[in-house]
């Protein structure tokens, strides 16, 4: 799949765009706080909804508009989808082909992209809920359904926090958190048994990958690491709901769930000892790198096509070999590709491109580097590279 | 413009029901006044009495005029089923299918600690002594499928523990007349687990 235009308007600081993107490689240049992270960022909610900077969209409309807009024109095999997403502080509205459409299901999964951000290096060593939630999003990949079961159990376990929040003011009945106990439990095991599932596929491929990465010898693996129990019981309902009886007393002193799905972690592990304890800084960038061409691949295992690759300025935190892997990567997957960067001569790839730089917001042809030496790669030469027979 | 005081009123009293706008509701505090003075007559009169004239069915808690509601009074329906429902509508939904002869017992709400319903706000006492003293045969739990509606069927259900009555929960699925195709993925999920087995021909 790729996107054949894109249009915002409203959005952050970037001026009214339209730009017909090339349909491989896109290297957007420009200074710190010219506002490349922003036009990703726009690219990233036309497709999933959600920014990955804030968790209120309204906080994406330019300061003084009423509404931001985004669209899309999404060409995948040769369909052509026009998607769009008008958004202010009070609620969104969605368009399919120019029709409003009024559920999120029917919208989402239409754009896939996988993003890759500086702070994604962090995750070895970062909190356990970011791990959750890229473990998450992972499964999400390979069963939608894995959503709306994620939010089955947010609703039993905040319904269940708030019965442990009333004991603090009255005594709550006990029948009452006997139901939540079980309700937890179904819900909560069919998440784990998910998210497991899931890691049985996934964990050979990021170990493959690490492999070829990694100096000779050096293994990873991912273990996945429930609060208070072995790894396989964390999807057994009768394990969880005895669990979840046994750390009552100690929930409602706390006044929260304690342990379950919720609180489980993905330990990354490396030579058989945990990453976030022993591994230098360059193993574990090395492991966050597997993890995201993993995600890659797995992603287009599944849909059949390469999803769209959303880089932020990723390169310049990784060293030369690093970078040349992840490069040559990006080539071999041939999708699309948008990429910004400050420094372009840490980008090096094979892969047709169109460089544009941002200054203030708004979009202008880049200069030429790197290799092959085609010439420019402005809006002209982007047309001959889609009809030109560069498949 | 400005219109007299009555009708701004009866405006402002209408735009209070549900799925009332300020517009619809001028709209129809006009209209009221553009019919013959007996029908504002009749609805204000209807309006009078309509506390004074409901009350809930001292058994199964559903709107009665009575002590007892049409349902429980009828002694054609079958005493030995007995289908808890969440409110009115639910019951009202149930009677319309023609499906069920049995006797209800309305909850008026879902327990719900998000919104600080808890089972004393529920006619549940009421519920557990009509087992003890009606005996049905099966009690159905008819309650909605979302987390409330599950929890409340569960917490009916470690009430009743212990009591020799069958309990039974309403089936989810797949809708009459839908093609499957246009099911969104919870209900198909629920379908599949919850299949049915057939006679082998």
Not at chain 2, 105 to 115: E, T
Request: hydrophobic letters at 40%.
């Amino acid at each position: 799949m790729h996107i054949g235009r894109l249009y915002a308007e409203a959005f952050r600081n970037l001026d009214t765009l339209e730009w017909r993107p090339h349909r491989h490689f896109n290297l957007i240049t420009g200074d710190n706080g010219q506002g490349k992270t922003n036009l990703l960022e726009a690219l990233s909610v036309a497709a999933g909804l959600r920014s990955f900077r804030t968790a209120k969209l309204g906080d994406c409309v330019r300061f003084g508009a009423d509404k931001a807009t985004v669209a899309v024109q999404l060409e995948r095999q040769a369909v052509r989808v026009d998607l769009a997403v008008q958004f202010r502080a009070s609620g969104r509205r969605l368009f399919l082909d120019g029709r409003a459409v009024s559920g999120a299901a029917d919208y989402l999964g239409r754009l896939v992209v996988v993003l890759f951000v500086p702070s994604d290096l962090h995750l070895p060593h970062g909190e356990p809920d970011q791990r959750r939630r890229y473990l998450d999003r992972v499964v999400f990949n390979h069963d939608a359904a894995h959503l709306l079961d994620l939010r089955q159990y947010e609703r039993v376990l905040t319904s269940r926090n708030a019965l442990l929040k009333q004991h603090k003011v009255a005594p709550i009945d006990p029948q009452m958190l006997d139901v939540y106990d079980v309700l937890l439990a179904r819900h909560g095991a069919v998440v784990a048994r998910r998210r497991l599932d899931v890691l049985r596929h996934f964990t050979p491929q990021v170990r493959e990958v690490f492999a070829r990465l990694a100096p000779a010898g050096l293994e990873a693996d991912l273990r996945y690491v429930p609060k208070g129990f072995a790894s396989e019981e964390a999807a057994d309902e009768a394990t969880l709901l005895l669990a979840l009886r046994g750390q009552r007393t100690r929930d409602l002193a706390l006044g929260y769930t304690s342990r379950g799905p919720h609180r489980d972690d993905l330990e990354f592990v490396l030579a058989g000892r945990p990453a976030h304890a022993h591994a230098s800084q360059g193993q574990s960038r090395t492991l966050v790198l597997a993890l995201k061409i993993a995600e890659i691949q797995s992603l287009e295992a599944a849909l059949g096509e390469p999803p769209v690759l959303l880089m932020d300025d990723v390169s310049s935190e990784l060293d030369e070999h690093r970078n040349r892997a992840l490069m040559t990567c990006i080539d071999a997957l041939g999708g699309q590709v948008f990429l910004t960067t400050t420094d372009a001569a840490h980008i090096r790839v094979a892969a047709p491109r169109q460089i544009m730089d941002m200054r203030a917001g708004a979009l202008h042809p880049g200069p030429t580097f790197g290799r092959g030496g085609q010439g420019s790669t402005g809006p002209e030469n982007e047309l001959q590279d889609i009809t030109g027979g560069s498949e | 413009m400005q219109l007299p005081l009555a009708i701004e009123r009866l405006a402002a009293l209408m735009g209070k029901l549900p799925g009332v706008g300020d517009r619809t509701a001028q709209r129809l505090a006009l209209h009221v006044l553009g019919q013959p003075s007996e029908y504002a007559q009749a609805l204000a009169q209807a309006l009078a009495e309509l506390h004074g004239a409901v009350r809930f069915c001292s058994r199964c808690h559903h709107l009665s005029t009575a002590a007892l509601c049409g349902i429980c009074a009828n002694p054609h329906r079958d005493g030995r089923l007995l289908c808890v429902v969440e409110d009115v509508p639910d019951l009202l939904a149930i009677e319309r299918s023609g499906e069920f002869g049995g006797l209800y017992h309305v909850l008026h709400g879902v327990l719900s600690p998000l919104r600080g319903v808890g089972p004393r706000d529920l006619t549940l006492e009421d519920l557990v002594r009509r087992v003890d003293e009606e005996a049905p045969e099966e009690v159905i739990l008819a309650t909605s499928v979302s987390v409330e509606g599950e929890a409340t069927a569960s917490y009916i259900q470690t009430l009743l523990r212990g009591r020799s009555v069958r309990l039974s929960r309403i089936a989810s699925g797949v809708p009459q007349g839908t093609d499957l195709e246009y099911l969104d993925q919870g209900t198909l999920g629920r379908a599949m687990r919850a299949r049915q087995p057939l006679e082998r021909g």
